[in-house]
């Protein structure tokens, strides 16, 4: 009877009933067949129905008992409302039997509870709810200001204890032969329903096994048919799934691995031409390093004897200009004159000596000694002819005077030239200065050069062998990755 108010609560919603009754009849004028059919969509109402239904065919009494029962044959007489109570102060108490020793009958009873999910406040709750606004129920009934979970009554089943009574063995019987029946059949049905899971399952079992296997063995071409809801089904799904992600994965990075095999013997090829190019380069300004190291030590020496030059050339103009006033001396003292004169010979033979000296490495310099080889050159012709004016006074001190005059007339004219010699040596050494100074910076930048090309060559080189390695592993990772089958 349970199942069956719970069933009937589930069918129609009471609270939409009573106002499709309502707003057919507005003013309360409901008819007993209206009346009848509402009663029959009552939860309470229906198992009371049921509990009726079978009271010949199975030889019991039923009975509804209540406190305040709407129909007088249902009100509780003493007993029953002991029970009633009972239930009331027990509220986990969900059934009780009794055996009334006057009647010989055993009662078994259970607590009919109202339920506002079941609807039935609508017709026994608070007056205030009533539909008519007048504290009565659909069907014109008083409400009892009942609330959810209220006991308003019980559901007594009596049947007799009579040994005797043929309808008592009969009703046994029956009931025996009725629970054989449905026990035997409510075998073969489990049975039959075992039968088909476990094969239905040991067959699910089987095909996800063979899939795990083959995907074990790297197969990923096969998949589960999978159908259905259930959890076998599910893991089929799951199981499929996991092969697509499996098969997305390794097609992934079998593509990178490709590319980046690819590319890694790019890199190397691009690395080892590097490698060999920096080589070269450093090779290249290593031979350049050392070609400015011997051009420095020449502009050194340039630098040297452009010095050692300018030296003698002053001394040259010191040595002339005191001959000149030697020259001018002798023309008071001819005595004096030839000392000097044996003087001039020996300063126009050292001058002669140095200016071939001067020439000599006016020619190593190069074009940069092109114009003081000029000037050496005039200073030996003038050495030259200091000398042979010096013979020639020698050998005719007679004209000493005019010679004298003569002399000093060509010092004179020659000690300028002197100066202006000694002052493009100055510039030759300010110059050769200024060279050494250039080429010391452009070495240094070039050795600069030179240890950069090398780590340039040296990172080149170990990028090659990372290269090569990593080509090496993606070799590697695709084998590892041909384990597993894409297609059939």
Known sequence: MEAVRSYVATQFDMETEINALKEKNPHGNISADEKTGMLKKVPIFASMAVGENDVDDDNYIFRVASLSARNSKNLADELEADFIKRFESEPTLTSLTYTHSKTNELWVMRPVRLS????????????????????????????????????????????????NSSDVQANIQAAIYKIVLIMLFVLLLVTMISIYFIRNTSFKIRDIIKVNNQVANGDLTNKLEVSGSDEFSQIGQNLNQMIDSIKGVVTSVNETAQVLN????????????????????????EEISVSMEEMTATIDTNGQHASSTESIAKTSAMEIKSGNDSSHQAIQSMNSIREELTAIEEIAQQTNILSLNASVEAARAGEYGSGFAVVASEVR???????????????????????VNHTADKLSELVPEISKTSDLIAEIVSSSQEQRTAVTEINNAIQGLNNSTQNNAQIAENMSERAVELSAYSDELQQRISFFTFEK
């Open 262 to 285: 690819g590319e890694s013997k790019k890199t190397s090829l691009i690395s080892k031409q590097l490698a060999d190019s920096s080589n070269t380069q450093a090779a290249s300004v």
């Open 116 to 163: 506002e999910k079941q609807g039935c406040l609508h017709c026994h709750g608070a007056p205030e709810t009533s539909p008519w606004m007048n504290g009565k129920d659909i069907l014109g009934y008083d409400m009892e200001d009942y609330k959810d979970g209220d006991i308003v009554g019980l559901f007594i089943i009596k049947s007799s204890l009579d040994a």
């Open 381 to 403: 012709k003038l050495a030259e002819r200091s000398k042979d004016s010096a013979t020639s006074i020698n050998k005719r001190f007679s004209e000493g005077m005019i010679v």
